[in-house]
């Protein structure tokens, strides 16, 4: 019997190449873990009407630990037009099923570290005033709240009359009050205390195990008074318990001016959904990019691990595989932490240190080519060599 079970969900295009990537990375580790396949994605929303269907929720809520690739979204009104013709005008609505997922198991806690690996050429790099480039070391980890604010799935074109009669009693409602319904779109921003406590508190904690001196708040409370106005609140109230580590605050749009220039300045960040969401991917930039992102969506029961890249469809017939697996397999290790194997989780950090810096074995985007079927011959390594390259260098 294995010590670990995973449930596996490759998803759409790349999802499914660069997970399969990161198993033969654990394999190589030596994780003791068996893996069991979950669908989700595409295919079932054409043809089941549920991109996460319930077999698969069941699954995680049996096995509590998970690998996600990526899956791909379309609008809303392209999606309805794929759907099989026999389940056309059911009344079926897609809705991501990996943000159904994250609100399903309440995993409230997305993690996002943003390291720079030396000798990434697609590192952040300045120009010194006095002449030369700077390259300062890029050591972020974004706290996102996972399942409510902007993302709580609250929301309406055409809103029913009952919510226009609720908004009607704000003040703020008199500069809308003629405008017809069919008019209007509303989507919510939804905070609650005690999501907000978790996430500021799973921020807080992080940086005291790994000796961060500051956690900061990266809201709007300016003009969100209540939403974000609560995340300060909370904030203040949590710091009070870990009296080493100082609290700072920023505004969301001055903090993406601020790590642009200096983003060295800044450690453990917190945010509501939608600016953890923006923050998360401007950092992963500075850092090598989607190919670089991983994450971490965990709860107090299930944890999955995932690449913050999509299924990049324009790539997914592409043979052999151009994109890059780091995202995946760093993702993969985030999972090994999640389930205290942390020395098999550093040795894979390492390994995938040593290739990048060594330089030899890199994949079209560390080597600044536009994607595409030529790349193999102009010298990018394709995903499995970067993948072996890995392997070899595990140590
Ligand atoms: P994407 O992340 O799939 O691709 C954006 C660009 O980033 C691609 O053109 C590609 O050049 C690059 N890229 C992505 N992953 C890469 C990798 N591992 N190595 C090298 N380059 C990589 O985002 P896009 O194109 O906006 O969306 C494609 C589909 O993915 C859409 O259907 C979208 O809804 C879905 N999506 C799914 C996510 C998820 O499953 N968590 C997250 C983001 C998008
Ligand atoms: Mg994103």
């Known amino acids: 019997m294995a010590k670990h079970t995973v449930v596996t969900m490759p998803g759409d295009g790349i999802g499914q190449t660069v997970l399969a990537e990161s198993l033969r990375v654990l394999d190589a580790v030596g994780f003791d873990a068996q893996y069991v396949h979950a669908d989700i994605g595409w295919d079932f929303w054409v043809n089941e009407g549920n991109p996460l269907p319930d077999r698969t929720i069941d699954l995680l809520r049996e ?23 026999e389940l056309q005008d059911k009344g079926y609505e897609y809705f991501s099923p990996i943000v159904n997922m994250r609100q399903l198991f309440s995993l409230d806690i997305c993690i996002r570290p943003c390291r720079s690996f030396p000798g990434n050429p697609l590192n952040f790099v ?70 907000c406590r978790r996430i500021v508190r799973a921020a807080f904690e992080y940086a005291q195990k790994h000796n961060y001196g500051s956690v900061t708040i990266c809201e709007k409370p300016n003009v969100l008074r209540e939403t974000s106005g609560m995340m300060e609140e909370v904030g203040r109230e949590v710091q009070r318990e870990f009296s080493g580590i100082e609290l700072w605050s920023t505004n969301i749009d001055a903090q993406m001016m601020w790590m ?78 999640h389930v205290g194997e942390i020395d098999a989780a550093t040795r894979i950090r390492n390994g995938v240190a040593a290739v990048v810096e060594e330089g030899e074995v890199r994949t079209y985007d560390m080597q600044r080519l536009p994607g595409g079927p030529k790349v193999i011959e102009q010298g990018a390594a394709s995903t499995t060599q970067l993948t072996d390259a890995i392997i070899a260098a595990l140590g």
Not at 65 to 79: D, E, H, M, R
Not at 162 to 169: E, F, Y
Not at 313 to 337: F, G
């Open 260 to 337: 642009t220039k200096s983003p060295e300045d800044y450690g453990v960040i917190v945010a509501g959904n939608m600016f953890g969401d923006i923050i998360s991917d401007a950092y992963a930039g500075l850092v090598g990019g989607l190919g670089f992102a991983c994450s971490g969506n965990i709860g107090d029961d299930v944890a999955v691990f995932e690449p913050t890249h999509g299924s990049a469809p324009k790539y997914q017939k592409l043979e052999p595989s151009i994109v890059n697996p780091i995202a995946m397999v760093l993702s993969a290790a985030m999972m090994l932490d």
């Open 63 to 85: 096995h509590k630990l998970g690998l996600f690739g990526a899956i791909t979204s379309k609008p809303k009104v392209q999606a309805k037009k794929e759907l099989k013709p």
């Open 126 to 195: 300045r120009q010194k005033a006095g002449g030369g480039l700077d390259e300062p070391k890029v050591d972020a980890v974004i706290f996102r709240q996972n399942t409510e604010g902007l993302y709580c799935g609250i929301e309406w074109t055409n809103p029913p009359q009952v919510v226009r009669d609720a908004i009607s009693t704000h003040p703020k409602h008199k500069a809308f009050a003629e405008i017809p319904n069919e008019e209007i779109a509303i989507s919510m921003r939804l905070f609650t205390r005690n999501a």
